[in-house]
Each structure stands twice: as C-alpha cells, then as structure tokens.
C-alpha cells in the first residue's frame, strides 16, 4: 500500500531515517544537550510518521522536516515558560565545552556563551546558515519570512555574535540593531 505521498510507507521511514543526523545535529547545537536533542529528534519523527500525508512534495522532505523540528522546539520553549526548566544532574555529560581537549575549552565556552547570549531568532539564523548549509530562499520559506527579513536577521546575529566573541558588553550588544 503507497502512502499519500505516492510511494511505500517502508520507502518514507527510510527516507526519514536518512535525514536523521541532521535533524540532530540541528537539534543538538541549538539545545546543547544530545539527550533533549535525541527526544526532540525522536518527536519530529514521530510527528513525521503521523502526518505523512500533509507532504505535500517529497523532494522537500528535509525542509519539511526541520519545519516540524522547529515548531516542536517552540512548542516545548513554550511549555518551558509556563512550567520553568528542568535541569537533569546529568545535562554536563553532553557539555560541549567539557568534551572538548583542554586548550580548547576557553574558546568553546566562549564561543557557547556568546551563542547563548544571542536572541532565539539570530541564533536559529545562524545555525540554519552556518550548520545546515540552508540557502537564504530555503530559510525563507522554513520561518515564512521574506528573504530580506532573513538576511537582516543573518547580518545582525552575526555582529552580535562578533561583539560577543571580542568581550563587548551588553550595551554594545543593544546597540546592533
């Protein structure tokens, strides 16, 4: 039996499976935890499997994908205000930093926090550009924003992330609009 998308539902899982080590590494760099990447991974596909018949082009599984991977992801932030966060004892086992060789981990914490310090928005821009070699166009019809709102958002994160990197402050921060 074919499924919506006109082809074996065994076909689409593998499909699915395919796109997996990006979803989590999306997933991952923008969570900085493997186990909450893993569960959020583990919903989209889920939610993939489910929905299958709302693809409407196959060759756009992937953005299809990281759709679902980023409303799941604002879905849970959400649910995180409301409820406050929780912080397993064993979240540092996936700390970046704390992998990372010795004369590494300053850069590396550096480079996190200056990520962290970064509004949801420029710090998903950056990924999508930076990590997953999404074009301005694919970003564009990902977040339903204009291109330009797109490359905005790009220019802007990475001169925060700049001044963030060379020990600005807050205030210069502010001041990038």
Do not use: K
Request: with cysteine; net charge neutral.
């Amino acid at each position: 039996m074919a499924s919506p998308t006109g082809e074996a539902p065994s076909a689409f899982a593998l499909r699915l499976v395919a796109q997996m080590p990006r979803l989590r590494r999306y997933a991952t760099a923008w969570l900085h935890n493997a186990a909450d990447a893993d569960d959020l991974v583990q919903d989209c596909i889920e939610r993939a499997l489910r929905r299958q018949e709302s693809l409407q082009d196959p060759a756009r599984l992937g953005a299809w994908l990281l759709a679902i991977l980023h409303n799941l992801h604002l879905s849970n932030l959400r649910r995180t205000r409301r409820h406050g966060p929780t912080l397993a004892v064993d979240s540092l086992a996936d700390d970046l930093a704390l992998s990372a060789p010795p004369e590494d981990r300053g850069e590396i914490r550096n480079f996190v926090r200056a990520m962290e310090s970064l509004s949801e928005d420029h710090r998903q821009i950056l990924l999508l550009v930076g990590l997953e070699g999404l074009s301005y166009r694919e970003i564009a019809g990902l977040l339903e924003v204009p291109i330009g709102t797109v490359m905005s958002r790009l220019a802007r994160a990475r001169e925060r992330l700049r001044v963030a990197l060379e020990g600005g402050d807050d205030r210069t921060v502010r001041s990038i609009r």
